[in-house]
């Protein structure tokens, strides 16, 4: 198949530019901000109209600032011991999900004990909406032509500009089906009914980590890295390994001593 050449730059006003895959995050805010408004007017989600506007600009700063620290940490340790200030160097590009995930958690744990809100509560809350933002921000990588998939033969196979001229797997594609679509239906379908405390989010991660984990197998491994353990595993791989724990954790053994432990989320 042909690689669609879409300009990676919505829009160019001279003195700065915005890309699609900017545009990607905006929008998964937005979406996810209409959905938990859609909620809170149903009675469903633990926060006010008020609190969740100003919860989704800590939401943001933790996607934000955790990608930036997270990517820098796990594919780039080396760069930031030898210049630091690197850390900051954000028009080079590079977010890393499962640093913008750490700085959702932390700032969601923050957040909940502000307003006084389990903080579970809020994550089951929150979690059927993460998809949103993870299947565009895989559009926006596919329309930057980035982050391809390996070499391959199979008929959708595309040849992606920078990435030589052998055709490979739409890997961003994938992950836009598996980890967007497929996941939030899976997690909205499971959330419509009063579930136990922690289970709703205990689902999402072990279903973003078991799709993570399924692509990274068609996903060409970071240039730099290559594969990080026993010789087949990538570093995307291996971080999700600690998802899957805690996310079968809260599904199967989790349980609140006090009782109070139904999560209403949608």
């Not at 595309?158 to 055709?167: D, S």
């Not at 405390?197 to 993570?212: D, E, I, K, N, S």
């Amino acid at each position: 198949m042909t690689y669609p050449l879409i300009d990676p730059v919505a829009l160019d006003l001279g003195f700065i530019q915005i890309h699609w895959y900017g545009l990607m995050y905006v929008f998964g805010f937005l979406a996810g901000y209409g959905l938990a408004i859609r909620r809170i007017r149903r009675g469903r989600f633990p926060l006010t109209e008020a609190q969740m506007s100003d919860f989704i600009g800590w939401v943001a700063l933790g996607v934000i600032l955790g990608g930036r620290i997270g990517y820098m940490v796990f594919y780039h340790p080396d760069r930031l011991v030898d210049d630091p200030l690197s850390l900051f160097y954000v028009w080079e590009g590079g977010m890393a999900f499962h640093g913008g995930l750490l700085g959702v958690v932390g700032l969601t744990w923050w957040y909940a004990r502000r307003v006084g809100v389990a903080p579970l509560v809020l994550g089951d809350a929150l979690a059927p909406l993460i998809p949103i933002g993870l299947g565009l921000g895989r559009l926006g990588n596919f329309i930057g032509g980035e982050l391809w998939g390996r070499v391959s033969e199979v008929p959708w196979a595309m040849v992606f500009p920078g990435a030589g001229p052998e055709p490979r797997h739409p890997s961003q594609l994938y992950q836009f089906a598996a980890e967007g679509l497929l996941l939030f239906v899976v997690l909205w379908w499971f959330s419509s009914r009063d579930r136990r405390r922690g289970q709703v989010t205990g689902l999402f991660l072990l279903g973003y980590a078991v799709c993570r984990f399924a692509v990274e197998f068609v996903r060409e491994p970071d240039a730099h890295l290559g594969f990080v353990w026993l010789n087949w595993m990538t570093m995307g791989q291996l971080l999700t390994l600690p998802m899957m724990a805690i996310g079968i954790w809260l599904l199967m053994f989790y349980r609140e001593s006090n009782g109070a432990n139904l999560s209403r989320s949608s």
